[in-house]
Structures are given as C-alpha cells and as structure tokens.
C-alpha cells in the first residue's frame, strides 16, 4: 500500500533500500543454513556470509571484527551494555550517571537498575540540550562504574560533546556508553567510536532492516567485553545466545555499507533541506526551534508551536504529512517530550511541538509542501483558540 503522505519521520524508522532487500533475499530461501551448523556446507556458507558481513560493517566504522556483537536492535544492545556492565562491575561500584534526556530505552533500563540497588544520578541538560561538563566533574565518584550520554539527541538532533566527555570519564577511571543510534550514516562516527568504551547502533535507522542491531565493545579480543544478556547457545563468543539471523545481518553490512559510500554527498543535500525546512517553519508567528546546539544531526527539525494543541495539530495533519513530536517509542504517551521537559522547555511549549525528521527520499518539493501545509494548518488551530486572539 501506497500512502499519500509526505514522509518526514526518518528518526523513527527508514524505508528499507531495494539494495539491502536484494541482498539479503537469497539468505532467505537458497542459502539459507545455520551458521552455527559446522558439518555441511550450508552452515560453512552461512558463516563465511556472516564473516564477511561483519568484516564489511568494521571497515566502515574503522573498528576491530571481534568489537562488534549483533542484537535485535539498538534496546537489546542498550539493555546488554547497562546491565552487563552493572553485573561486570558491581564489586567495584554501583553507581551509574546518565542524562535526563535519554532515550527511554536507557532511561527505562536505569530504573530496572535502580530496583536491583543501583544508583543513577540523572544530569540535567542546559537550554540547548547539552549536558554542563562541569556538572558531570562534579557527579563522577569513585564508584562510578558507568556513565551513558547520548551521543545525537533522536528528537532534537542534538550532538554532545563526547571527546570532552571522554576524558573526563576516563580520567576518574569510569567507562563510557554512548546510544549512537541516530548518528549512524549522518554524521562521521568512527573518530566517536575511539573514544567510548561501548556504542549501540540499529538496521533500521539507516535503510536497513528492523529486528537488527549491534553493540560496539571497544575491547573485545577475547569475547569477554560484556557478559551475555541472552544465554541458550555459545554463539557470537558466547555473548549473545541464539541463532545467528543470517538475512539481517547481511542486509545491516548492505546497508552501512551504502551509507558511507553516499555518506559527504547525502549529508550536504540533507542539510541543506533540513535548513530550508527550519527556516519556512520559522517564519510562522511565534515558531520556537528546539534544535540550538551548532552541532547537531543534519536532518532534524524540532519546533514549537505556541497557542497550538499539539496532538490536534499531530492529527490534523496526519492526513497529510507523516511527522511525530517525538520518539516513536514513547509515541503512546500523553505527557510532553521528556527531552523538552529536561531542557526546560515550558510545559504548554512542549505539549505544542513537532519533531521533523527528513531522509534519503526527500526532495525540495517535498520540504516545500510541508512548510505550506504545517503554516496553514498552525493558523488554522489558532484560529479556534481564543487566547491567541488575545495574546496582545
């Protein structure tokens, strides 16, 4: 089925490229063996695949092979760094710091941590969505065992600083993770990836598959980076039990693969959309950005709408344009962005917000159509409210 709407949410999932499909199409029906099956061509077929996958996705984040173990996505690898680390560690520490603006798949993790006596410290962010380096020199303890910070904001685009974040970590003898998922394809990642200790990323925020993910272990020679969060076979170095999902795998190394080979030429066209769009939207009557930090990802736009219903807005224009006011895995929520909350955004700002998120298949025509539906739909809710009418 073929929808009508303009699609402006590649933040929450990407359309899988015909490439990745292609590819991974013959691991489905012909060579379709368990990697894991060490008598019979078919496992040996299978295994070479997966090697050469993973040799694949390692030259393109310039990491070692062995650093690299695949999950169902970016909330099992998130799940496996926090509490492997936090079993690994427990004996010299349990405290873990993070930020208020996390996604929920950490936030959610570190209060499952929390009923098992951990303790987080939660940081705040400043206006512009970055974390005070200050505030975490003070936060960091001899027991810090963990510190986990975003690296790109999935709402706001974001970026923070992490090779400063890095040494600060480091230098109080603490470990650091960073959910890189939103960065990968759209932003350069390897010079990240020499700085942290564990990273995560997911298949299907860069045209890959859904039901795919990694996590990064940045010293993993021996397989002994993190204990495993699945038991039930001796698979991927015995850290992560279960059968190895040929197709997937094969697609996600398709899919980074193209990323990186389009990546300079994409992400100029990309910015220059998302500017295009930030600026038409702007230029509503009282429009917000959300997105202040210089560095931040090249195709997201977040904006608030004051003397606006978001979910009214979200409705009226889901007709018309496929957007969100956020994660898509908080999309169920009836409270504002945590994001904008931990900014401190005004609570009936953040209630009247729009995170746009464009991608790969968006045009100029596109960015242009959406501006003239958003503008006329925001006059259109104003119109119908009266304290608009009578905001002096």
């Not at 292609?22 to 691991?27: N, R, S, V, W, Y």
């Not at 040996?44 to 990491?63: G, M, Q």
């Not at 890959?208 to 397989?223: A, C, F, S, T, W």
């Not at 230029?283 to 709408?305: D, G, Y």
Request: include cysteine; glycine fraction near 8%.
């Amino acid at each position: 089925m073929k929808y009508a709407q303009l699609y402006f949410d590649y933040n929450a999932t990407t359309p899988c490229a015909k490439e990745v499909v292609d590819a991974m199409l013959p691991h489905f029906h012909e060579d379709f063996g368990n990697p894991s099956s060490s008598h019979h061509p078919y496992g040996w077929l299978a295994k070479r695949s997966v090697e050469d996958a993973t040799a694949s996705i390692a030259k393109s984040l310039e990491v070692a092979p062995s650093s690299l173990v695949y999950t169902s996505g970016a909330t099992e690898s998130i799940n496996m760094v926090l509490k492997g680390v936090a079993r690994k560690l427990q004996s010299k520490g349990k405290h873990i710091i993070t930020t208020k603006a996390e996604h929920k798949a950490v936030l959610d993790t570190c209060i499952f941590l929390e009923e098992e006596g951990f303790e987080i410290s939660y940081l705040d962010v400043e206006s512009d969505g970055l974390i005070s380096l200050e505030k975490l020199n003070k936060t960091l303890r001899p027991d810090t065992i963990l510190v986990s910070i975003l690296f790109a904001n999935n709402e706001t685009g974001v970026i923070q600083p992490l090779d400063d974040i890095a040494g600060k970590v480091h230098a109080n003898g603490s470990l650091l993770f960073s959910d890189t998922t939103q960065a990968l394809g759209k932003v350069a990642i390897s010079e990240v990836l020499k700085k942290v200790d564990y990273a995560c990323f997911s298949g299907h925020k860069v045209y890959g598959p859904k039901g795919i993910g990694l996590v990064y272990i940045k010293n993993n020679e021996d397989g002994d980076g993190l204990p495993s969060l699945i038991q039930g076979g001796g698979q991927q170095k015995r850290q992560r039990g279960g059968t190895i999902n040929t197709p997937l795998i094969v697609g996600l190394a398709k899919a980074i693969a193209l990323a990186f080979e389009q990546f300079d030429d994409e992400k100029n066209r990309i910015e220059k959309l998302r500017n295009k769009l930030e600026a038409g939207l702007l230029q509503i009557e009282m429009a917000l950005s959300n997105s202040k930090s210089p560095k931040r990802l090249p195709n997201t736009v977040h904006i608030s709408f004051p003397y606006v219903d978001g979910a009214n807005l979200l409705i009226a224009l889901s007709a018309q344009i496929a957007v969100s006011n956020g994660s898509a895995c908080n999309s169920a929520s009836v409270e504002p962005s945590h994001v904008l909350m931990a900014m401190g955004v005004e609570r009936t700002l953040a209630y009247a917000s729009l995170r746009l998120s464009i991608g790969r298949y968006t045009t100029d025509a596109d960015i242009e159509k959406a501006i003239a539906i958003i503008s006329e739909e925001v006059s259109k809710q104003r119109e119908n409210n009266i304290l608009w009418e009578r905001r002096g």
